[in-house]
């Protein structure tokens, strides 16, 4: 069963840092793109950033471009998002979703608020 | 960027009966590249549909996906009370990747 959980979400200030874990099991994470989607609670959904398998390859919404940078380790199948100058309209709900284009599978979460 | 406008916002329909639901972009989809989700309450998105027609894993045959270029279409048949939920599409032909502001299939 695949499985992807995230943490490291938490109340911040504006220009605070955060570092958001995804513990990934069930799949091969190796050869496996893996991104980061947000949703603003009750609104829609949009993508933030996306790695190639091997960490060659990173993208990013152009309003978290420079602020934001996603990373993989292979060897503890785990997905980061290390943000920081963290702006109030980062605040939502941040997903793990494995994948590159579309996201076959989703965590549950960790909530980030800046305020 | 790619801008996925949903319609309609909200559709009320009773079990059993069919949903189409209808996404149009501002620009070509290249490759047809367009995905569907559908999410519940308190739940994270679940992928339905992918290449616009191809169904993810476990997806009931009841869920069809079609169109290209601008013009897309989720077809939901017989719907089950399970169904009920918010769909959002999503176009992975031009970065940024983005999403519908989803429509709403709720029991009427």
């Known amino acids: 069963e695949v499985q992807l959980v995230e943490s490291g979400g938490d109340l911040v200030q504006p220009g605070g840092s955060l570092r958001l874990s995804c513990a990934a099991s069930?799949?091969?994470?190796?050869?496996?793109?893996m991104s980061w989607v947000r949703q603003i609670p009750g609104k829609g959904l949009e993508w933030v950033a996306r790695?190639?398998?091997?960490?060659?390859?990173?993208y990013y919404l152009d309003s978290v471009e420079g602020r934001f940078i996603i990373s993989k380790d292979n060897v503890k199948n785990s997905l980061y998002l290390y943000m920081n100058s963290l702006r109030v309209e980062d605040t939502a709900l941040y997903y793990c979703?494995?994948?590159?284009?579309?996201?076959?599978?989703w965590g549950q979460g960790t909530l980030v608020s800046v305020s | 960027e790619t801008v996925l406008t949903q319609s309609p916002g909200t559709l009320s329909l009773s079990p059993g009966e069919r949903a189409t639901l209808f996404c149009r972009a501002s620009?070509?989809?290249?490759?047809?590249?367009l995905a569907w989700y559908q999410q519940k309450h308190g739940q994270p998105p679940r992928l339905l549909i992918y290449?616009?027609?191809s169904r993810g894993a476990d997806v009931p045959d009841r869920f069809s996906g079609g169109g290209s270029g601008t013009e897309f279409t989720l077809t939901i048949n017989r719907l089950e009370p399970d169904d009920f939920a918010v769909y959002y599409c999503?176009?992975?032909?031009?970065?940024?990747?983005?999403f519908g502001r989803g429509t709403k299939v709720e029991i009427k």
């Open positions: 979703a494995r994948g590159g284009s579309w996201f076959l599978d």
């Open positions: 069930g799949f091969n994470f190796r050869t496996s793109w």
């Open positions: 790695i190639k398998e091997d960490g060659s390859e990173k």
């Open positions: 620009q070509s989809v290249r490759g047809g590249y």
């Open positions: 290449n616009a027609a």
């Open positions: 999503q176009q992975y032909g031009a970065l940024p990747w983005t």
